[in-house]
């Protein structure tokens, strides 16, 4: 399962990235919003999907 959500947010990640977009998406909370509703049934997972938000967008 966790490994779908990730490719959810690779694809996004992606998308952002190409449309010049990621910045803003991670800096306006959007990205967290995103992954609160990825999790809405797992929420154990939101911790560390926000970590690999942050990591795979070369935030950490």
Known sequence: MIHKIMDKIDRVIAQKRESGEL??????????????ELTASQRHYYPA?????ER?????
Do not use: E, K, T
Not at 49 to 53: P, R, T
């Open 56 to 60: 795979h967008a070369g935030i950490g």
């Open 49 to 53: 999907l926000l970590l690999y938000v």
């Open 23 to 36: 910045d803003a998406w991670l800096s306006n909370g959007m990205a967290r919003r995103y992954c609160q």
